[in-house]
């Protein structure tokens, strides 16, 4: 039998008006951070920090950095979690800035490969300085066939890492566990004589040095074959204090031929990597 108004017996009438669904700003914490832990971390720090003062505690905070973390770095999450920083640290997101930046195994070096912006590279040059050029043939460890190429006398580009900028922080880089990797790659210019230098050097928060490699230059001839060499070397056992890495190339063609004939640097590389043993 219905009863009045159409519904059967004993069903309630419709609640003229439904709840409306809870936004994220009502979703208690613990939910909350499951959303935002596959948020892009570079959104979470640029836009969802902004949004209210409790999800500004949570981006800064070190609970939802470790989902991230356990998520994007599988197997590098138990060491690292070992190195965090104190979880009083005043400085904001130090574990989010490292999830956004990914600092580990990638070529930290910017604009490594001839590309002709030399912006990154700080240079100082007799001669006629370096010039960017496609590479006469292809190269071996060229990801793009561009190379910076040096002129007579001493031509110098340095580029200098702050290791805490791309990600890193010092409760890490004093643990022991990473090693940093540098390597150089070349090859000779038919018909010139010249030589190379590559310089490297692991810098305190003063600039002071700790740690230093440069092989003696390296001279190359006049040759019909164009040849590719490799500089390259691993620094491990770090000194507690390792804050900056200062990278130089000096090159001079020292036939003193005008403009750019000296030889092809194509590509060069400073790699962190964490040390498993």
Same mark, same amino acid.
């Given at each position: 039998m219905w009863a009045s108004g159409g519904l059967p017996a004993g069903v309630p009438a419709p609640d003229p008006k439904p709840k409306e669904a809870l936004g994220l700003g009502q979703l208690p914490t613990e939910l909350l951070e499951m959303v935002l832990v596959h948020v892009p971390p570079h959104t979470l720090l640029g836009h969802c920090r902004q949004v209210c003062r409790r999800w500004r505690d949570l981006v800064d905070g070190q609970h939802l950095w470790l989902s991230v973390l356990a998520r994007d770095h599988a197997a590098l999450s138990p060491i690292l979690r070992t190195y965090l920083p104190p979880a009083d640290d $005043?400085? $904001?997101? @130090? #574990?989010? !800035?490292?999830? &956004?930046?990914? $600092?580990?195994?990638?070529?930290?070096?910017? /604009?490594? /490969?001839? +590309? &002709?912006?030399?912006? /990154?590279?700080?240079?100082?040059?007799?001669?006629?300085?370096?010039?960017? &050029? +496609?590479?006469g043939e292809?190269?071996?460890r060229a990801c793009m066939q561009t190379s910076f190429l040096s002129s007579y006398r001493w031509c110098q580009k340095k580029q200098v890492l702050n290791l805490e900028e791309e990600g890193f922080w010092p409760e890490l880089l004093d643990s022991g566990k990473l090693e940093?990797? @540098?390597?150089a790659w070349w090859?000779? !210019?038919?018909?010139?004589?010249? #030589?190379? !230098?590559?310089? @490297?050097?692991?810098?305190?928060?003063?600039?002071a040095v700790l740690h230093h490699?440069?092989?003696l230059p390296f001279p190359i001839q006049q040759c019909r074959n164009s040849f590719s060499f490799e500089a390259s070397h691993v620094f491990s056992n770090l000194k507690k204090g390792v804050r900056f890495v200062s990278l130089e190339h000096w090159v001079p063609d020292i036939d003193f031929w005008p +403009?750019?004939?000296?030889?092809? #640097?194509?590509?060069?590389? @400073?790699i962190v990597r964490v040390r498993l043993s």
């Open positions: $005043p400085r $904001p997101c @130090v #574990l989010g !800035r490292f999830c &956004e930046r990914r $600092p580990i195994g990638r070529n930290l070096l910017q /604009k490594p /490969k001839g +590309e &002709e912006d030399f912006l /990154k590279w700080p240079v100082l040059s007799g001669g006629d300085t370096w010039a960017a &050029e +496609e590479n292809d190269s071996p940093i990797c @540098v390597s090859t000779d !210019r038919q018909y010139t004589n010249s #030589l190379y !230098r590559l310089i @490297v050097q692991l810098l305190d928060a003063n600039q490699y440069s092989p +403009e750019q004939y000296g030889f092809y #640097l194509f590509n060069s590389s @400073v």
